[in-house]
């Protein structure tokens, strides 16, 4: 049972990014799938949802306009696509299962 | 409110109870769920619905959540039980919000 992270890296303000998560050995596609993300330091801060089949979607407010959330249930795949980034996105994201399986986290790097 | 509040610190003696609270006034509606992370690593689910242990996780942790504060209890506190405790709650009607507490230091001096 696991889910891996990968996409992070350094952008610039305003620019773009996309993560990914792979799982295995669970059952992806009958769980709500979420990303968490802890600034350096910091707290625990979700960020964004998706229902086991896609249909709904929900975010925080910070990202909300800026950051997108998907599935691929085949693919056993998770993405954020992040645009707009800012300063305050820097921080380790986390691909969650229904709060059972976490990933390890990818680090995004927010500056010029 | 779309806040839940945790004492930034707990500390307690090895073999003593160790209680971390937290307050919102989302969960006499919601569950509260709890996290323990460990430096370096990513959390782990430590309680779910409120009061149910999740799979390894050893009898003397229990939750409760009674109006508007949930409680993790660690009975026989021990040293591997520091870390950081997260609790975390969802508000999914129309206004759908999922939040995370402050988090908790625990310290096992």
């Known amino acids: 049972v696991q889910m891996v992270e990968s996409g992070g890296g350094l952008v610039q303000p305003g620019g773009s990014l996309r993560l990914s998560c792979a799982a295995s050995?669970?059952?992806?596609?009958?769980?709500?799938m979420t990303w968490v993300r802890q600034a350096p330091g910091k707290g625990l801060e979700w960020v964004a949802s998706i229902k086991e089949d896609g249909s709904e979607r929900h975010f925080v407010d910070s990202v909300k306009g800026r950051f997108s959330i998907s599935r691929d249930n085949a693919e056993r795949s998770l993405h954020l696509q992040m645009n707009n980034v800012r300063a305050d996105d820097t921080a380790v994201y986390y691909c969650v299962a229904g709060g059972w399986v976490w990933g390890r986290g990818t680090l995004v790097t927010v500056s010029s | 409110s779309n806040e839940l509040t945790q004492p930034p610190s707990v500390s307690v003696s090895p073999g003593q109870t160790a209680r971390i609270t937290c307050s919102g006034d989302a969960l006499p509606k919601r569950y509260a769920y709890w996290f323990r992370q460990k430096s370096g690593q990513a959390p782990v689910m430590v309680i779910y619905e409120d009061s149910k242990r999740a799979p390894g996780i050893p009898e003397r942790f229990s939750g409760s959540n009674s109006g508007t504060m949930a409680t993790l209890t660690i009975t026989g506190t021990q040293a591997d039980d520091e870390g950081d405790y997260y609790c975390y709650s969802a508000d999914t009607s129309d206004d759908y919000r999922e939040m995370f507490g402050g988090g908790t230091r625990l310290t096992v001096l």
């Open positions: 050995g669970f059952s992806f596609s009958t769980y709500w």
